[in-house]
Nanobody, 114 residues
Framework: QVQLVESGGGLVQAGGSLRLSCAASRSSINAMGWYRQAPGKQRELVATITSGGSTNYADSVKGRFTISRDNAKNTVYLQMNSLKPEDTAVYYC??????????WGQGTQVTVSS
């Protein structure tokens, strides 16, 4: 079992920045990523990063968000710049272990005011 602890959400004005963190309770992690779910919408991919550092982003966040990871700390980060009201959502961390188990964080609210 892996526990994920997310932090860094909050309320910010449009154009502002936030940094999300997600710390896993153990290592042996393969891919790590961030997803989000806005009210009345399906959960969607925001960004992912492999153990080798390859990244993938949703088109809507390219150029504004940056995903990174610190393998020594078993932590994944999401730096969010130039935030827009449409970025408002609950953001979830997701990790896939080397033996292919998937774990989700509890979610952190990000609210961007116009």
């Amino acid at each position: 079992q892996v526990q994920l602890v997310e932090s860094g959400g909050g309320l910010v004005q449009a154009g502002g920045s936030l940094r999300l963190s997600c710390a896993a309770s153990r290592s042996s992690i393969n891919a790590m990523g961030w997803y989000r779910q806005a009210p009345g919408k399906q959960r969607e991919l925001v960004a992912t990063i492999t153990s080798g550092g390859s990244t993938n982003y949703a088109d809507s966040v390219k150029g504004r968000f940056t995903i990174s990871r610190d393998n020594a700390k078993n932590t994944v980060y999401l730096q969010m710049n130039s935030l827009k009201p449409e970025d408002t959502a609950v953001y979830y961390c997701k990790i896939t272990t080397l033996n292919r188990y998937v774990y989700w964080g509890q979610g952190t609210q990000v609210t961007v005011s116009s």
